[in-house]
C-alpha cells in the first residue's frame, strides 16, 4: 500500500468536511464513487467499517488530542500483514497473536552483523543504511529484531520481574503491543560492542550517526529522547521502525513522534473518511 502524501491527507480531510455536511442524496442505482482518502482509492467495499473498528464512544475526532497512555487491549484497525508502515501501537492498540510475517529474512541478507530477522521490504534499505554507517566509521549491528507474540511475552514478563508492572510499562511492550511483532523493527548497537547495556547506544558513534541519518532511509527512532508522554515509553535511542523512506522523511520534517503523526495522518483521517462519510 503506498504512503499517503500530506497533500493527500488535505484533500481527504477535505472531502471528508464536505461529504459530512452535504444533503444530497443519490439513487440506489446509481454506483457510489471511489473515495479518496490519502492512502489509494478506495472503492464502494473497502469503505465499510472495519470488524474491529473503535466503538463510537472511542472513535478519534478530526484534530483530537494525542491519546493518553492508558493500557488497554483495542485492537489496531490496521492488522494486516500489508499495513506495517501505518500500524500504530501503543499501550492500547495491539496485534492479533496470530500475526507473524511470512517473508521474514536474517538480518545478514542485508549485510549487516548481529541476530534477527525482518521483513523482506526492509532488507534493501538497511542495507543502504549500513553501507552508509560503515562509510562514516559509524558501524551498527542488529541486537534484536522480528519477536513473535510468544516471544514478546516472555520479553515483558522479564522487565516486569527486574522492574515491576509499572517500570515495565516504561520499558518494554506488552505482548502484541510490540513494533517488533511488525517484522520492521530493530534494536541496534554499535559494531563490535560487547556490552549488554541499551542505554549507551545513544553515545556510541554509530548512536549518534543514526539518530541523525537513518529517517534517510526509512528508519524512525519511535521512542526519541523526552517524548515519553507522546510515546508512552521511554528514550531508547537504539529502537528503530522501517516505515519507509517517504513516511520517514514526513515524520521527520514534521517534528512529530511517529506515534503522534500515526494518530493526525492515519488513525483520524482514515477512519473517518472510510467509516463515518462512506
Known amino acids: 500500500m503506498r504512503r499517503p502524501s ?4 488535505a484533500v481527504a480531510l477535505a472531502v471528508g468536511a464536505v461529504l459530512a ?12 464513487p471511489a473515495l479518496a482518502t490519502g492512502h489509494g482509492v478506495l472503492s464502494p467495499a473497502d469503505r465499510a467499517p472495519a470488524a474491529n473498528a473503535l466503538p463510537a464512544a472511542r472513535r478519534p475526532a478530526l484534530g483530537a488530542r494525542l491519546p ?7 485492537r489496531t484497525r490496521f492488522d494486516r500483514l500489508r499495513d506495517w508502515e501505518q500500524t500504530m501501537l501503543d499501550h492500547e492498540r495491539r496485534l492479533p497473536s496470530s500475526y507473524a510475517p511470512r517473508d521474514l529474512v536474517p538480518v545478514s541478507r542485508a549485510g549487516v552483523a548481529g541476530v534477527g530477522s525482518v521483513r523482506a521490504v526492509v532488507v534493501k534499505d538497511l542495507r543502504a543504511m549500513a ?7 559509524a558501524a551498527f549491528a542488529v541486537r534484536s529484531a522480528y519477536r513473535s507474540h510468544a516471544s514478546q511475552r516472555a520479553t515483558f514478563a522479564r522487565w516486569t520481574r527486574t522492574l515491576g508492572y509499572e517500570g515495565a510499562l516504561r520499558a518494554s511492550a506488552r505482548a502484541g503491543h510490540s513494533e517488533h511483532q511488525l517484522g520492521t523493527t530493530v534494536d541496534l548497537r554499535a559494531a563490535g560492542s560487547t556490552s549488554s547495556r541499551f542505554a549507551g547506544f ?9 539518530a541523525k541519518h537513518a529517517w534517510r532511509y526509512g528508519f524512525v527512532m519511535s521512542y ?5 508522554a507522546k510515546t508512552c515509553y521511554k528514550f531508547e535511542p537504539w529502537h528503530f521502525r ?7 522523511r514526513d515524520v521527520h520534517e514534521s517534528g512529530l513522534t511517529l506515534r ?10 482514515r477512519f473517518y473518511a472510510v467509516a463515518d462519510v462512506g
Open 6 to 9: 500530506r497533500a493527500a491527507v
Open 21 to 32: 455536511g452535504s444533503q444530497q442524496t443519490t439513487t440506489a442505482a446509481a454506483p457510489a
Open 68 to 74: 493518553t497512555c492508558t493500557v488497554d487491549d483495542v
Open 131 to 137: 553501507r552508509a554507517a560503515r562509510k562514516a566509521d
Open 202 to 210: 545513544g553515545s556510541t558513534k554509530a548512536g549518534r550517526w543514526t
Open 224 to 228: 526519541p529522547e523526552g517524548k515519553t
Open 242 to 248: 522501517y516505515v519507509g523512506r517517504e513516511l520517514a
Open 260 to 269: 503522534e503523526y500515526l494518530w493526525r495522518n492515519v488513525e483520524t483521517v
